[in-house]
C-alpha cells in the first residue's frame, strides 16, 4: 500500500552527508556509467519539478525518437496523469535521482503515462526500441503489458507486489506480505515463540497472508493453532474463534493498527497474553506508539535508514516530500545502471544478470530476484515503542 505524499515543502542543502551517502549506494550500481535524463513521453506532459533535472521532451506522435547508437533505451511506465499521477512523479523523479546519482551513460530512459492505457504506453515504448521496461505500478497493468513485452524479449521490472502477475520476464520490486511474515515470523521463533495463530482479512492480501504465514511457520519450525479470517469490523469475533483453536504465544494481526486495536481486547485475555506480530503494512503508519496496547508489536519492513537520507536528496531538488514506493524507482535504476555495464548497446537486455547470487543493494537495502520473478529482501524487525519503533533485528547487508 503506498503512503500519502506529505505537503510540499522547501528544503535547503543541508543534507552533504546524507549526498554522500546515497552517492555511495550508487557508486555500488556503476562506477563507469555517467548521467542521461529521464525523457516524459505522453500526450500531456507530466509537470516539471521546480528544481527540474535536465529533461529532454521526445516529439508527439507519430514520430519516433531519434535513433542512439550510444546508449540502449530504458522505459519507465508510470501514471503521469489521473488519479494516480502524484505517485507516478514521484516514482519518476526518484527514477532521474538515481541518474544523476550514479551518473550513467549506457541507458537512455524515457517515461510513458500508463493513465491513458498501459498497452498503447507498452506498444509506444517497444516500437522505439525500449530493451527493458520499469513498471508498471499496478497489478493489472503488469498482467496487461507483460505479453507484449515477452513477445519482444523485453523484461519487465514492475512495481507491484501482486506475485500472481511475477515470472516468465516479470520481476517484481514491490515488499510483499510474504517477506515480511517469513522474516518476522523466523525472529519470534528464534526468541523462543513456538505457537502461532494469525487473523487475516478476508480479501486477495489476506489469501496471500494466510499462505505466507502457514509456510512461514512451517518453515521456521514452529506450529501453527489456526488462521481465522475476518470481514470489515469483525476482527473481534475472529479473535475469539481463534481462542476457541487452542494455545498461541504469537498472533499475526495482516492489517493496520486500527484493526489490531478492535482484536487485542479479546487476544489479550488469553494467559500468558500472546506477542503481536504485523505486517509491512504498518512501516507507513504514523504515531503507532501513541496506543499503549500496540506497543511491543512485531513487524518486518526495509530499514528507514537509507529512505530517510534519500528523502532528504529528493526534497531538497523537487521540493516535496517522495512517496514511500518512489524507492522502487530509484532502486529499479540504480539496478538497471549497474547490469548496463554488461549490456552491449543494441543487444537483448541480459535477463539473466537479474538472478545473479548477490543480488543488488539499494535504498530499500539488499535484494535478488528469484527464477520465480519474486524479490528476495532483506528486511529488519522493528518493535512499536512509545515514541515510533525500534529495530530489534537489523537487516542484512547481503545475501553472502
Known amino acids: 500500500m503506498a503512503s500519502a505524499a506529505h505537503r510540499p515543502q522547501a528544503c535547503p542543502e543541508r543534507g552533504r552527508g546524507a549526498a554522500r551517502a546515497l552517492a555511495k549506494l550508487a557508486m555500488l550500481a556503476l562506477v563507469t556509467v555517467a548521467m542521461t535524463a529521464c525523457v516524459p513521453r505522453a500526450r500531456r506532459p507530466a509537470p516539471l519539478p521546480t528544481e527540474p533535472v535536465p529533461v529532454t521532451v521526445a516529439p508527439e506522435r507519430p514520430s519516433?525518437?531519434?535513433?542512439?547508437?550510444?546508449r540502449n533505451r530504458v522505459a519507465v511506465l508510470v501514471p503521469l496523469s489521473g488519479s494516480n499521477a502524484a505517485l507516478g512523479q514521484s516514482i519518476l523523479n526518484a527514477a532521474n535521482l538515481a541518474l544523476l546519482d550514479t551518473g550513467g551513460q549506457r541507458i537512455r530512459i524515457t517515461a510513458y503515462d500508463t493513465a491513458?492505457?498501459?498497452v498503447p504506453a507498452a506498444n509506444e515504448a517497444l516500437a522505439e526500441g525500449s530493451g527493458l521496461i520499469l513498471g508498471p505500478l499496478l497489478a493489472e497493468?503488469?498482467?496487461?503489458?507483460?505479453?507484449?513485452?515477452?513477445?519482444?524479449?523485453v523484461p519487465v521490472i514492475a512495481f507491484s507486489n501482486d506475485t500472481s502477475v511475477a515470472g516468465d520476464g516479470v520481476y517484481l520490486m514491490g515488499i510483499t506480505p510474504a517477506q515480511s511474515i517469513r522474516r518476522v515470523v523466523a525472529y519470534a521463533r528464534a526468541q523462543g515463540v513456538s505457537r502461532f495463530g494469525a487473523l487475516v482479512p478476508t480479501s486477495v492480501y489476506g489469501e496471500r497472508a494466510s499462505q505466507a504465514m502457514i509456510a512461514a511457520v512451517e518453515g521456521a519450525g514452529g506450529r501453527l493453532a489456526g488462521v481465522q479470517t475476518f470481514t470489515p469490523g469483525a476482527a473481534a469475533a475472529a479473535a475469539t474463534r481463534l481462542n476457541g483453536q487452542g494455545q498461541y504465544d504469537a498472533v499475526l494481526i495482516a492489517d493496520g493498527p486500527r484493526v489490531a486495536l478492535q482484536a487485542l481486547p479479546v487476544i489479550r485475555q488469553r494467559s500468558p497474553q500472546p506477542h503481536l506480530m504485523a505486517t509491512e503494512l504498518w512501516a507507513s503508519e504514523g504515531n503507532i506508539g501513541a496506543s499503549t496496547a500496540l506497543r511491543g508489536t512485531l513487524f518486518a519492513a526495509p530499514s528507514d535508514g537509507l529512505f530517510n537520507q534519500f528523502r532528504t536528496r529528493y526534497r531538497a531538488r523537487y521540493r516535496a516530500n517522495p512517496f514511500r514506493l518512489a524507492s522502487l524507482g530509484y532502486d529499479a535504476v540504480l539496478l538497471t545502471v549497474r547490469v548496463a555495464a554488461d549490456w552491449p548497446v543494441g543487444r537483448p537486455f541480459p535477463e539473466r544478470a537479474l538472478r545473479g547470487a548477490d543480488g543488488f543493494s539499494g535504498v530499500d537495502g539488499a535484494f535478488r530476484f528469484g527464477r520465480d520473478g519474486l524479490a528476495d529482501r532483506a528486511l529488519e524487525v522493528r518493535q512499536v515503542t512509545a515514541t515510533g519503533t525500534s529495530v530489534v533485528s537489523p537487516a542484512a547487508r547481503g545475501f553472502n
Open 64 to 70: 519516433r525518437l531519434p535513433a542512439d547508437e550510444t
Open 116 to 118: 491513458g492505457g498501459a
Open 141 to 153: 497493468d503488469v498482467r496487461a503489458v507483460a505479453p507484449l513485452a515477452r513477445r519482444e524479449n
